[in-house]
């Protein structure tokens, strides 16, 4: 099973909105409605913040939001904050009752 | 509330086996609204996921790891564990345990994580 594609880095300013694209295939994001975002500061364990492509888990800020179109998923993180500086991973479940990551994405607030 | 422990070695030599496990407390590994994942962080690199196991044995392991890979799961002991064969410096890594739900497999809580190197 191959990674999901996603942008290496992506930056915004203080309010503004970001969106972090990830792309899959058919046997995976195009499958179903299992797409999952986490964020993971230095250091520390990985934090969920979407899972089944736009549920908010009990605690994450509406601010982050998830979608899907096709093979794509993305998450789009609103009124952007310093505290969203991480690095965010998207994974999906896959035809094969598997699941895969993408690569990450680096976040910076500028 | 849930929490998620990792315990093993931190050194272990080529082609040795791996033996972490995950102890689960204020929650129990035989819920059966939850599988029990493994997945791994190589320094500097994104996250791999290694496999999952549910309450009653059945597992679902990565293809690239599938042949060097056992999870299993101690109802009594209320812990889960992964062995992960012929190793070689490429499996140094942080190696996190992680409750994750049905369906899509989402990973809502995680272990703090233990580091583990593979050296000579």
Same mark, same amino acid.
């Given at each position: ?21 990830? *792309?899959?295939?058919? =046997?995976?994001?195009?499958?179903? =409605? &299992? ?9 520390? %364990? ?26 794509? %998923? ?37 | 509330? /849930? ?20 102890? /689960? ?7 059966? %609204? &939850? ?23 059945? *597992? &679902?392991?990565?293809? %690239? ?28 890594? /942080? &190696? ?11 990973? /809502? ?12």
């Amino acid at each position: 099973q191959s990674a999901l594609t996603q942008p290496g880095s992506v930056s915004g300013s203080p309010g503004q909105s970001i969106t972090i694209s990830c *792309t899959g295939s058919s =046997n995976d994001i195009g499958a179903y =409605n &299992y797409v999952s975002w986490y964020q993971q500061h230095p250091g520390k %364990a990985p934090k969920l913040m979407i899972y089944d492509v736009t549920k908010r888990p009990s605690g994450v800020s509406n601010r982050f939001s998830g979608s899907k179109s096709g093979n794509t %998923a993305s998450l789009t993180i609103s009124g952007l904050q310093a505290e969203d500086e991480a690095d965010y991973y998207c994974s999906s479940y896959t035809t094969s009752s598997t699941l895969v990551f993408g690569g990450g994405t680096k976040l910076t607030v500028l | 509330q /849930v929490q998620l422990q990792e315990s093993g070695p931190g050194l272990v030599k080529p082609s040795q086996t791996l033996s972490l496990t995950c102890t /689960v407390s204020g929650g129990s590994v035989s819920s059966g %609204a &939850y599988y029990w994942s493994w997945i791994r962080q190589h320094p500097g690199e994104g996250l791999e996921w290694i496999g999952y196991i549910y309450y009653t044995g059945s *597992t &679902y392991y990565n293809p %690239a790891l599938k042949s060097r890979v056992i999870i299993s799961v101690d109802t009594s002991k209320n812990q889960f564990s992964l062995k992960l064969n012929s190793l070689t410096v490429a499996d140094t890594a /942080v &190696y996190y345990c992680a409750k994750t739900g049905l369906g899509g497999v989402p990973a /809502v809580l995680w272990g703090q994580g233990i580091p583990v190197t593979v050296s000579p």
